[in-house]
């Protein structure tokens, strides 16, 4: 690979998003569907991209678009939790109990449709892969990012076409986010399921999501040494640790197992372990006394912009060829995981949240069908003065959901275990976790819930 390949892809996806910023300023439908510019610049790409008939660029060209999202889906997880002072356990647990609770029952019950919609349809009919089965949770609940970072590891347990068929199952599920999502929400406020919004904002509408102290300064300590340099290198240190982590349950598996145990963990991706790693570095950075080294706004920045040159890139090089092969089990799934979402939002949400039901539910149904962002532009939507506890709470949510699905190690471990136990076993089992889940909320409710 020529170091002007590598340049050309990086000048090529960078005038995509600058096309798609331009496309969403000018295109008043873009905005109100909410697709986000990288998405739409990965659309754009796909006009010329690998597999269209408008090819435009070299072969290297694309082979860089298509090795982008493995290495960046790394970089957007280590930064997760670089930078954030960790409220205690206590007063995490008792805002994030009840958003928790449902979003595990949302997660566990989209493994859990998928393994029956499989096991019960689609391979009886159809015979496709087993490993299908994660491709509501991948997709929804992950998004694109995740289903990036996933595709290597269902490559290497049998499902070349993983990667195509999350990315796929992602833009449908942000499409379907908004559209059925701001459908709720009117039939909400025409039933009254909202709360009451006259009068002017409250003082909850000063809530905002996790996020950097506005007086943050941006200083790196040192006199030669840029704050964004230093919050690279810590980013590095994370991945660092999660490449070292993988390498220590391949060891261990292999001891245990065999070989055939050592090869099983290999398909485990680097992403979910990275993010444990930014924990472990933020850690240790409390612990010797310089947390400040770690700035949440630059994490999140560098965070946003490996994001958004993934997705482009991912969508860019999709391989249309794999998904014309299976695009019929594609949206029986996608059906079926919008079919899931939409009953736990109308049936399960009124019974495991305390109060402001819908508000709670409408966040984690864009987020548990989109994106998180669309989870926010919902939630925006039904609570436009902030007068529910929602946002606080959805944020809190995150550091206690997202270390295990919508791309953690839940995600990253299910197509492995389905491998492993087969496809009967793995759905009793994702009924199980969903049937737990469901219950703990309930358990919260009956002892007074939480906010």
Wanted: glycine share 12%; with cysteine; net charge neutral.
């Amino acid at each position: 690979m020529k170091v002007f390949d590598v340049l050309i892809a990086f000048v090529a996806l960078s005038l995509l998003l600058l096309l798609a910023t331009a496309l969403r300023q000018r295109l008043r439908w873009l905005r109100r569907l909410g697709l986000p510019e990288a998405l739409v610049a990965g659309l754009l790409g796909l006009l010329i991209g690998p597999f269209s008939p408008w090819k435009i660029f070299p072969e290297q060209v694309y082979t860089v678009w298509g090795q982008i999202p493995g290495v960046l889906i790394s970089v957007v997880f280590a930064t997760l939790f670089l930078g954030r002072a960790l409220p205690s356990r206590s007063v995490l647990w008792q805002r994030a109990a009840s958003q928790t609770a449902f979003g595990l029952v949302l997660g566990f019950g989209q493994y859990l449709v998928g393994g029956l919609v499989v096991w019960l349809v689609l391979r009886p009919l159809l015979g496709v892969n087993p490993l299908m089965a994660c491709l509501i949770e991948v997709g929804f609940e992950g998004g694109h990012g995740t289903a990036a970072g996933m595709g290597p590891t269902f490559e290497s347990l049998g499902l070349a076409s993983g990667e195509a068929l999350g990315l796929a199952m992602a833009t449908m599920g942000v499409l379907a986010a908004v559209l059925i999502g701001s459908s709720l929400v009117v039939i909400g406020r025409r039933k009254r399921w909202l709360l009451p919004q006259a009068g002017t904002a409250s003082a909850s509408t000063t809530i905002q999501p996790i996020q950097a102290d506005a007086g943050e300064r941006e200083v790196s300590h040192s006199p030669t040494l840029d704050s964004l340099t230093l919050n690279l290198a810590l980013i590095g240190g994370a991945v660092g640790v999660g490449v070292l982590l993988k390498h220590a349950l391949i060891l261990l598996a292999t001891g245990v197992g065999g070989e055939a145990g050592g090869r099983l963990l290999e398909a485990v991706p680097v992403f979910p372990l990275a993010m444990v790693g930014g924990l472990l570095v933020q850690q240790l950075l409390q612990w010797q006394g310089h947390p400040q080294l770690a700035s949440v706004r630059q994490q999140q920045s560098i965070g946003s912009l490996a994001m958004d040159v993934l997705i482009t890139a991912a969508m860019a090089s999709l391989n249309l060829n794999l998904l014309a092969e299976a695009w019929i089990p594609l949206l029986v799934l996608a059906l079926a995981g919008l079919a899931w979402n939409v009953a736990a939002f109308l049936w399960l949400a009124p019974r495991l949240f305390p109060d402001a039901w819908f508000e709670r539910a409408i966040a984690d149904f864009g987020q548990g069908t989109g994106v998180t962002a669309t989870g926010l532009l919902l939630l925006r939507m039904a609570d436009p003065y902030g007068r529910s506890p929602v946002l606080e709470a959805f944020s809190f949510k995150q550091l206690v959901f997202e270390p295990f699905l919508g791309g953690g190690l839940v995600t990253a471990f299910a197509p492995i275990a389905l491998q492993a136990m087969g496809l009967p076993l793995w759905t009793a089992l994702a009924l199980a976790l969903t049937l737990a889940s469901l219950l703990f909320g309930l358990g919260l409710v009956r002892q007074g819930g939480t906010t």
